[in-house]
């Protein structure tokens, strides 16, 4: 497959634009013979700022989506190459006590690795040139490896589902302020808004239930939690995967979705709902007021982008590697050298 690039350009209003292509210098062409996306058009794009190089053109779009997601705080640190900064300005970052292995299997998969680094100062100040030709254009940008969807172009190999297909849903329990205190482990919303996976120490309340409530109520390993309701739109239908085996509880702000096969990874699962392209899909259902609020039948209907199984495996692992801030780009290198695998799997899904 093409080589691809991730970028991230500076518009005229401070604004940062993220992208992918498979042709940079012809991309940057024209962004800036406004040819480019929505956004540059709208806002002149003035420098570029940031890129990466990738192997794969399915990696760069990856990445792509990954640091869309991103704060700006996040974006520039990023930028400026301060990545142990990266991990302190993550909603979701928490450390994942068991790092995703490799293993045998998986070293098939191999792929080179190359270099990703900030910009120096001297490629900053470079402003963007003017274009050559359309049918060139056309041509860079042909989607080669790609398919059309409803929510935009994804790789061939990836299916698009509704959530629906892959998950039975439910609300939580509510209960009286007597029956709080004690008994199982409760899950709130705000462990849901706040964490992009939970373990069962991660869970502070606790709730007394019957058998029968335990039964139908309860939370196991690799179930996905959605927050169902909130006063600020953008946090609706937040969610956190549930990575342990004792089994708690969850309360009626929150929707459980069980998986109805194996076809997630359950680590794929911390990200794949904070990507941008599923995060419009879930605000835009959200329905209220004064408090956003999100069904399961809205649930039912989102449309989740699904890569095959093993890439879903390379995609956690290298999401968790990002969000942990623990490897420089060197020691990635090093990493990738010796394992054969998940080289330059830089995504977000976030």
């Known amino acids: 497959m093409t080589k691809g690039y991730t970028y991230i350009l500076e518009c005229s209003d401070g604004s940062y634009y993220t992208g992918s292509t498979k042709d940079l210098e012809l991309r940057l062409q024209q962004h800036q013979n406004g040819e480019g996306a929505n956004h540059t058009r709208k806002h002149l794009p003035v420098k570029l700022v940031y890129f ?35 991990s302190h300005l993550s909603r979701n970052y928490t450390e994942y006590r068991k790092a995703a292995s490799t293993s045998s299997a998986s070293a098939s998969a191999t792929r080179s690795y190359n270099t990703t680094r900030p910009l120096s100062q001297e490629e900053r100040s470079l402003s963007l040139s003017k274009g050559e030709t359309k049918q060139r254009a056309e041509l860079a940008e042909g989607k080669e490896g790609y398919k059309k969807t409803k929510i935009g172009w994804i790789p061939e190999e990836w299916e698009l589902v509704k959530l629906g297909e892959k998950f039975e849903f439910k609300n939580g329990i509510n209960a009286d302020k007597s029956a709080y205190g004690t008994g199982v482990r409760f899950v709130n919303v705000m ?25 139908t109520y309860k939370v196991s ?43 997630l990874y359950e680590l794929f699962k911390k990200d794949c709902f904070n990507s941008s392209i599923l995060r419009k899909q879930i605000i835009v259902r959200g329905q209220g007021a004064v408090r956003a609020n999100i069904g399961q039948k809205d649930l039912q209907s ?27 780009c060197e020691l990635l290198i090093s990493l990738g050298k010796k394992t054969h695998v998940f080289k330059n799997r830089r995504v977000e899904y976030r």
């Open 52 to 86: 990466e190089e990738f192997d794969r053109i399915d990696d760069a779009f990856y990445r792509e989506k990954q640091i869309q997601g991103w704060s700006r705080k996040k974006k520039e640190a990023l930028i400026n190459g301060d990545f142990d900064k990266l």
């Open 191 to 215: 462990e849901v808004v706040n964490n992009n996976y939970i373990t069962h120490n991660d869970i502070p309340g606790s709730l007394v239930v019957t058998k029968s409530q335990l039964m």
């Open 221 to 263: 390993r690799g179930d996905v939690l959605f927050n169902r309701t909130s006063e600020i739109p953008e946090e609706i239908g937040l969610t956190a995967v549930y990575l342990d085996d004792a089994n708690p509880v969850f309360g009626g702000f929150v929707i459980r979705g069980t998986s109805k096969d194996n076809s």
């Open 302 to 328: 989102v449309l989740l982008p699904l890569p095959p199984l093993p890439e879903q495996q390379k995609i956690a692992q290298i999401l968790s590697t990002w969000d942990k801030g623990i490897m420089s």
